[in-house]
């Protein structure tokens, strides 16, 4: 079965630090796309950013960096300069042949950015 | 530009009773997913909408059902409603059937309570 792995319920950081998101995920596809979404408390996802299983290169988003590891199975996100408004629930995804747009999310990590 | 809409943003439900959710997709984009997440939890996808038809199901009864109208809006129906049906309820929209990465994106959710 595919499995998204979020083993950090919650973090902190304090602001202007860099802190890495851990995501491991279980699959025997070849081909899938990962994502992450950041939810803040009004409900929204927000797209963050994308790996796609067959990319060389770590994905990078401005402040958002993709640690992609593919023997290792991980896709740890990693927030560069901390903002306050970087507070939220942040979910690691999943795309897998064949589902087109049907993501399957990991449980989430609540991040708390501090002073 | 408008992004995914949803209505209303809060419902107040009794056992047994049947409720519909409202979807307006982000312009340009055709296709939409819904979501439930329960409080804690990642979301779980119910099923997707193109063209008015439904093309995917995840792992949820028949009393949840949805409908995609020409415009490209969608509704989402739960019949028979039970207390583990209270959940934030999400839907997704995205530009192209098929595209695996294309980033979906998420309205603010509809919370549904069902005392």
């Known amino acids: 079965a595919q499995k998204i792995t979020q083993t950090q319920p919650g973090m902190f950081v304090q602001e202007k630090e860099a802190v890495t998101l851990d995501c491991t995920y279980d699959?025997?596809?070849?081909?899938?796309?990962l994502f992450w979404y950041k939810q803040p408390s009004s409900g929204e996802m927000i797209f963050l950013i994308y790996q796609g299983s067959y990319d060389e290169q770590n994905a990078t988003e401005g402040r958002y960096s993709l640690n992609f590891q593919k023997a290792r199975k991980s896709a740890n996100l990693v927030i560069s300069a901390s903002q306050l408004g970087d507070s939220a629930m942040y979910f690691c995804a999943m795309i897998f042949t064949g589902t087109a747009s049907k993501l399957t999310f990991g449980t989430g990590t609540r991040l708390q950015v501090t002073l | 530009d408008a992004g995914v809409t949803q209505s209303p943003t809060h419902l107040i439900k009794t056992r047994g009773q049947q409720v519909t959710l409202r979807c307006s997709p982000k312009s340009g984009h055709d296709t939409v997913s819904w979501y439930q997440q329960a409080l804690g939890q990642g979301p779980q996808f119910i099923f997707q909408y193109y063209e008015e038809e439904e093309r995917q199901r995840g792992n949820f009864p028949d009393r949840f059902s949805g409908h995609q109208f020409p415009n490209y809006s969608s509704e989402l129906n739960v019949n028979a409603l039970l207390l583990g049906d209270s959940a934030l309820y999400l839907c997704?929209?995205?530009?192209?059937w098929g595209q695996g990465e294309s980033p979906l994106h998420f309205g603010n959710g509809t919370r549904l309570t069902v005392t």
């Open positions: 997704a929209s995205s530009p192209v």
């Open positions: 699959t025997s596809d070849q081909s899938y796309g």
